[in-house]
């Protein structure tokens, strides 16, 4: 795209569509934080962005100030903020003289009634006081000790979004465990690539799940997933497995007092979290994050850029394979009251925003994906507006800004906060915030302390044009490490081997002259259905078992703001059939999940290649955009692509026939 084609496309986006009344701005914790800035610093900042430019110009006082005003507790000195000795970006410590606790942190602040959940249709199934949230949570607390966890031991869960694992997690970490998660939705392979890796001493689980108004057992799921980790792991491992439904029996109803539970405060940099990335190149890596990087950074985003405060209505549609569950999770040390769900975001007539409006919501979040969604079908709810709602998982589109201005929210008093980050630092490089304003198919502005850029091939720095979105500085929920990476050398690879000393993320953005971000998918080969982002090696390996299947090849293709998983299989012998068909697509979502199911399957007769053996997904992804193929000298075979040039118009003629 040429610059003049870019400066076109941002004056059609840049159409203001919200912005905070003076009396709401002031009001807000943004402005109070920024006033104590500017009475410590004898300095004044005028604007967001100015703001916003000290924050990573100073970004050691930054993060200090950070940590005193939010009144996060913890021991120790934060006279020193950030320690690097070595010239890598990723070797550096923060706050080397402190030691803190996540869920202290939380439960110490909670409101009177700090946790409701639900399954869809709006069906509570647990409503958690003060007392008994704080009562739960020393059931759970004294039962893991009495089994023997210990600091830095990892525990795996198998569990929806619901109150078992919060109240779990919680328990864990007090304790100084290490948490990982994964949602029913996952096939047992899926579960199984990613908690091998964890290596748990205690694997954790639930016994039923609930989508599209439907109850699924879980227990033989359950019990192949504790047999075949019980075969995998190391002898010197002896796992021990409990459902959290059975002990939340016991649980529920019980009482305490925070003084009651005991906390154990671990380094600023201990583990806390085990997210997973989406396995696009083999099984997912294991990505490990710091217990006070992630409370620091998520209390910058909660505080500051989404303004939440105590007794604030807040739920995010989530599941606890996504790190919007631990994102909403660190929502109680805002004294919200968390709204969890568990189920498909539309049954029948039922669909989120009947959620959002029975439970009078008032920061909600969802996916771009919901928000397309409720577009084509056309959907005018009526309901209680929320003070602010938050959009992620995919680029939302400006169409859809659009919508939720003009059927949603058409007198514009509501914040649409579009925010973008990942997995991969649990947390946000760009987010909405109260003082600036919010533009058709633009993020508002990137994070505080968050020193974004976007560059061109050679490292340059672009505005207006579509470039890789990098950040220059450290910042504290940088994860810690991979797991089975002792020398970091996947750790680099992944996010500093294409600009070497600055983190790469992989998301091609647009950076506006007004300080906004465009974001266009990921730079990557990773696919995106509704939102999640799923890897094309998780597909590859069910789909490559099929004994008609010789070779295939995966990609994605957006279509109406969704992108669509497209397959194509090279067969053995014969012609693709529909029994073929119907037997990867349910392969696939009992073995990976149902987003991995693909949306289109075609028959080739060659699988394109790369020199170094790489199959050419880009390139094959690229020409279904209807753009030209390009570095056609990398590939062994690159006459093969001409072939699939046809099947662009016969995907969209087909979806257009749906």
């Given at each position: 795209?040429t ?42 900042f005028?604007?967001?962005?100015e ?7 100073e ?26 000795d ?72 198998f ?63 359950v ?20 459902s ?7 649980a ?39 217990t ?25 549609y ?12 660190s ?44 577009r ?11 003070r ?45 915030n109260?003082?600036?304003p919010?533009?058709?198919g ?21 505005r ?55 974001i ?25 078992l ?8 995966v ?10 998983v ?12 529909d ?45 279904l ?8 000298e ?8 001409k ?16």
């Open positions: 795209m610059q003049k084609q870019n400066t076109v496309h941002n004056t059609v986006q840049n159409t203001v569509l919200w912005e905070a009344s003076g009396e709401y701005l002031e009001a807000s914790l943004l402005w109070g934080f920024k006033k104590h800035l500017e009475a410590k610093y004898s300095t004044q005028k604007s967001y962005s703001l916003q430019k000290w924050s990573v110009d970004f050691q006082s930054f993060w200090r100030e950070l940590l005193g005003w939010s009144g996060i507790q913890y021991s120790g000195s934060s006279d020193l903020v950030y320690k690097n070595s010239s890598k970006f990723y070797t550096g410590v923060w706050f080397p003289g402190l030691s803190l606790s996540y869920s202290e942190n939380l439960l110490s602040r909670l409101s009177e009634v700090p946790l409701r959940a639900f399954y869809e249709k709006n069906e509570l199934i647990a409503e958690l006081t003060k007392d008994e949230l704080l009562g739960a949570v020393l059931y759970f607390q004294v039962f893991f000790k009495q089994e023997g966890l210990q600091e830095g031991d990892h525990v795996a869960a569990v929806g979004n619901n109150h078992l694992a919060l109240v779990a997690m919680l328990a864990v970490n007090s304790l100084g465990g290490v948490w990982a998660s994964c949602s029913p939705d996952f096939g047992e392979q899926g579960v199984l690539d990613r908690f091998i890796q964890v290596e748990p001493k205690f694997f954790l689980y639930d016994t039923q799940s609930v989508y599209g108004g439907k109850r699924f057992d879980l227990s033989e799921k019990k192949n997933i504790q047999t075949a980790l019980s075969e995998k792991l190391s002898s010197k491992i002896k796992m021990q497995s409990f959290l439904r059975d002990l939340w029996e016991k529920k109803g019980q009482k305490a007092k925070l003084t009651d539970l005991s906390f154990k405060r671990v380094s600023f940099s201990a583990p806390l979290y085990i997210l997973f990335s989406s396995g696009t190149t083999g099984v997912p890596k294991c990505i490990v994050h710091a006070g990087g992630v409370l620091l950074q998520h209390v910058k985003e909660l505080l500051l850029h989404s303004n939440i405060q105590k007794g604030e209505r807040f739920s995010y989530t599941t606890t394979g996504w790190m919007m569950w631990n994102w909403m999770l929502g109680l040390f805002a004294g919200a009251e968390l709204y969890t769900l568990e189920g498909s975001p539309m049954v029948g007539d039922w669909s989120l925003w009947d959620f959002v409006n029975e439970n009078k919501i008032t920061a909600f979040g969802t996916s771009a994906r919901f928000i397309a969604a409720c084509s079908k056309g959907m005018t709810p009526k309901i209680k507006l929320p602010i709602t938050f959009s992620t998982g995919s680029p939302l589109l400006p169409e859809d800004f659009d919508y939720y201005y003009s059927v949603i929210d058409p007198e514009k008093k509501s914040q649409l906060a579009s925010i973008s980050g990942g997995t991969d630092i649990v947390s946000c490089f760009m987010l909405g109260p003082w600036s919010v533009r058709r633009e993020i508002q502005a990137a994070g505080l302390g968050m020193n974004i850029d976007s560059l061109d091939a050679h490292g340059k720095s672009l207006g044009e579509d470039g890789e979105l990098v950040c220059k500085t450290p910042f504290p929920s940088m994860p810690v490490g991979f797991l089975n990476d002792p020398e970091n050398r996947r750790y680099e690879d992944a996010y500093f081997s294409r600009f070497p000393g600055i983190w790469h993320h992989g998301d091609f953005i647009t950076l506006t002259q007004e300080g906004g971000v465009q266009h998918g990921r730079s990557d080969a990773t696919l995106n259905p509704g939102g999640v982002r799923i890897g094309t090696a998780e597909i590859y390996r069910v789909v490559e099929e004994p008609e299947v010789a070779d295939s090849l990609v994605g293709k957006v279509i109406d703001g969704d992108e669509k497209v397959l194509f299989l090279k067969l053995k012998q014969g012609t693709l059939s029994d073929l068909k119907l037997r990867i697509k349910k392969d696939l979502k009992t073995k990976a999940s149902p987003r991995h199911v693909p949306d289109f399957i075609f028959e080739v007769a060659e699988i394109p290649y790369t020199l170094s053996g790489k199959k050419v997904e880009i390139a094959v992804k690229r020409l955009k209807g753009e030209a193929s390009q570095n056609l990398a590939l062994q075979n690159p006459l093969v692509l072939s699939f040039e046809k099947f662009k118009a016969l995907i969209e003629a087909r979806n257009e026939s749906k």
